[in-house]
T-cell receptor, first 110, second 112 residues
Framework: DAKTTQPPSMDCAEGRAANLPCNHS???????VYWYRQIHSQGPQYIIH???NNETNEMASLIITEDRKSSTLILPHATLRDTAVYYC???????????FGAGTTVTVRA | DSGVTQTPKHLITATGQRVTLRCSPR?????VYWYQQSLDQGLQFLIQ???????AKGNILERFSAQQFPDLHSELNLSSLELGDSALYFC???????????FGPGTRLTVT
């Protein structure tokens, strides 16, 4: 799996959009970008994934650059409950495991 | 709530002992995965079962074993426990052999 690079931490104001960057410059054509988050030692929570098109669901939007070397997870209206560690994972579609890195610790402040 | 259940929530035991962690996947999911999260190692994949068969192994110690039963629940057995085995153990499930994984709340194991 391609490696990902995320900032170790970031702050966000409650009610504002949170934009979480991820670099994956060695991504292959058959690798998807997955985002998970972990809230304070709870089980990781699936957020969204994509291959090359932008994706949106009820939780977030995923913007993948045209060259697929980076992506941004957007939480449109951050709340205090969005405070968590966010993991960007690159994974082949039929791969069995998720390889978690250090992630980005996002703190949403009132 | 992901629909994945794990028992027990907490487990405290002594070195050298053996414990069993249990996981029930989401209804309809055939794959079960086990992960270990310790302070110094982060989240590490241990093993995957798909429809009762072992499908993939990660960094799982020989002292650890797992199985998936006909009703699709899974158990992770940890034996000859060491202090370094203290960690959070998560189970995840997915419909097929890959795809999105949904995680349970975890079992916190403390070895004293």
């Amino acid at each position: 799996d391609a490696k990902t690079t995320q900032p170790p931490s970031m702050d966000c104001a409650e009610g504002r959009a949170a934009n979480l960057p991820c670099n994956h410059s060695t991504i292959s054509g058959n690798e998807y970008v997955y985002w998970y988050r972990q809230i304070h030692s709870q089980g990781p929570q699936y957020i969204i994934h994509g291959l090359k098109n932008n994706e949106t669901n009820e939780m977030a939007s995923l913007i993948i650059t045209e060259d697929r070397k980076s992506s941004t997870l957007i939480l449109p209206h951050a709340t205090l409950r969005d405070t968590a560690v966010y993991y960007c994972i690159v994974r082949v579609g039929n791969d069995y495991k998720l390889s978690f890195g250090a992630g980005t610790t996002v703190t949403v402040r009132a | 709530d992901s629909g994945v259940t794990q028992t027990p929530k907490h487990l405290i035991t002594a070195t050298g002992q053996r414990v069993t962690l249990r996981c029930s996947p989401r209804s309809g999911d055939l794959s079960v995965y086990w992960y270990q999260q310790s302070l110094d190692q982060g989240l590490q994949f241990l093993i995957q079962y798909y429809n009762g068969e072992e499908r993939a192994k990660g960094n799982i110690l020989e002292r650890f074993s797992a199985q998936q039963f006909p009703d699709l629940h899974s158990e992770l057995n940890l034996s000859s426990l060491e202090l370094g085995d203290s960690a959070l153990y998560f189970c995840a499930s997915s419909v097929g052999p890959s795809g999105e994984q949904y995680f349970g709340p975890g079992t916190r194991l403390t070895v004293t």
